[in-house]
Each structure stands twice: as structure tokens, then as C-alpha cells.
């Protein structure tokens, strides 16, 4: 069965501190995507990826890097985590892309203090 | 603008009541309709999908959507639901040659055993 483990399952970080969150699927799938959720909002994309070495930004990707270093594994890395940043964090994989189902992670609980 | 509305952020039915939960969007051209399941600390997970022909979706464990064009809606129902089927449901859109994938904020339902 398809799967998309993310790691650290919740984390705390302080202000100004840098954070990475990864994942890593082996769906075998070429799109890889992040999305945040905050309560009472849907879920909203900072960053994806459609091939190895290469990352597109989302609808909010501000304060966010990405880096997918190989079809299996995508990061979302924080160099200056921010007090607005604290959210869950889901990883999602997909076979190509927008016509295709969507497989999320379970997601990270991020916690900036 | 383009949106996806899930007018309803709650929903409370009784264990074997039917369920209609809402989804309008306002985007143009050719799209996807999704509608997905979170339960609570969980990764989304994909109940069905629409992209043309019979515009009634079967999905899993009972559910099923409707898409109608003339008022721009994808309204997923079960006729019996399980105390089990309590989540977040989330209505999603994407867009033919774009790779995200926008979605409502959401539905929680509540089934009283």
C-alpha cells in the first residue's frame, strides 16, 4: 500500500530557530507536496516538487524552503521559524499531480514558542 | 476570486441518519472535485473523485457526491452513517495543467451513537 511517513511527528521550536521537517514515500510517485493547516482554514500549499533536484513554490511560500534531493524524500525547511509558523504540517504524494489522488502523511505538529 | 465553500463547518447527525455535506466552488474550466476524510490527529485520506461523465461519484464505505454544473456544487452524502464516519470531511479542487490542489476549510461531523 502506498505510504508517506513524515518525521518528527510534533516538534517545539523557538522563535528565530531553524526547523526541518521531512518525508519520504515510496509510492514511487513524481509529485511530492506541502500543505499547512491551521484551524479553521482548509488546507493551503507552500511548497511542491514534480522531479528530483527541482521545487515549485506554492500559494503561501513565504518563510519556507523546500528541497527535494530525490523522488523519494522532500523537505520543508524553516531557517527563521516565526510565532505564525505554528501549525500541522502534511506531506502529500501524487502520481501526476492534479488529476491524480493525493496521499498525505500524518503530519507534523509544529510548535514555535 | 476563486474559492472552494464548505458552508457548513459542523455537522451533528444521529447513528443511522442520512448526511448531505456541502461543497461549492467558483473556479473555471476543467477541474477535478475530490472530497477527502481526516480523522482526528490523522493525514487526510481520499473518499472519491469527479472529473466528467456520470455525475454521481460512488466512493468508499457508502458515500457518495453529486456534481452539478449549474450550481457549481459536489455535495457529498451517505444515506446511514456510522458512529465511525465522525471526521473532517474536506471538499478539494484542482485544476486541469496546474498541480495544486485548493481546498475548503472543512466539515466536521459529529455521529451520536
Known amino acids: 500500500e502506498a505510504a508517506v511517513t513524515q518525521s518528527p511527528r510534533s516538534k517545539v521550536a523557538v522563535t528565530g530557530g531553524k526547523v526541518t521537517l521531512s518525508c519520504h514515500q515510496t509510492n514511487n510517485h513524481d509529485y511530492m507536496y506541502w500543505y499547512r493547516q491551521d484551524t479553521g482554514h482548509g488546507l493551503r500549499l507552500i511548497h511542491y516538487?514534480?522531479?528530483?533536484?527541482?521545487?515549485e513554490k506554492g500559494d503561501i511560500p513565504d518563510g519556507y524552503k523546500a528541497s527535494r534531493p530525490s523522488q523519494e524524500n522532500f523537505s520543508l525547511i524553516l531557517e527563521l521559524a516565526s510565532l505564525s509558523q505554528t501549525a500541522v504540517y502534511f506531506c502529500?504524494?501524487?502520481?501526476?499531480?492534479?488529476?491524480?489522488?493525493?496521499?498525505f502523511g500524518s503530519g507534523t505538529r509544529l510548535t514555535v514558542l | 476570486t476563486q474559492t472552494v465553500s464548505q458552508s457548513d463547518a459542523h455537522v451533528t447527525v444521529f447513528e443511522g441518519d442520512s448526511v448531505e455535506l456541502r461543497c461549492n466552488y467558483s473556479?473555471?474550466?476543467?477541474?477535478?472535485l475530490s472530497w477527502y476524510i481526516q480523522h482526528h490527529g490523522r493525514g487526510l485520506q481520499f473518499l472519491l473523485k469527479?472529473?466528467?461523465?456520470?455525475?454521481v461519484v460512488q466512493g468508499v464505505n457508502g458515500f457518495k457526491a453529486e456534481f452539478s454544473k449549474s450550481d457549481s456544487s459536489f455535495h457529498l452524502r451517505k444515506a446511514s452513517v456510522h458512529w465511525s464516519d465522525s471526521a473532517v470531511y474536506f471538499c478539494?479542487?484542482?485544476?486541469?495543467?496546474?498541480?495544486?490542489?485548493?481546498f475548503g476549510k472543512g466539515t466536521s461531523l459529529t455521529v451520536i451513537p
Open positions: 469527479y472529473y466528467s461523465g456520470n455525475p
Open positions: 473556479y473555471g474550466g476543467s477541474i477535478y
Open positions: 516538487s514534480y522531479v528530483a533536484d527541482s521545487t
Open positions: 478539494a479542487v484542482s485544476l486541469t495543467g496546474y498541480q495544486n490542489f485548493y
Open positions: 502529500a504524494s501524487s502520481d501526476q499531480g492534479a488529476a491524480e489522488t493525493l496521499y
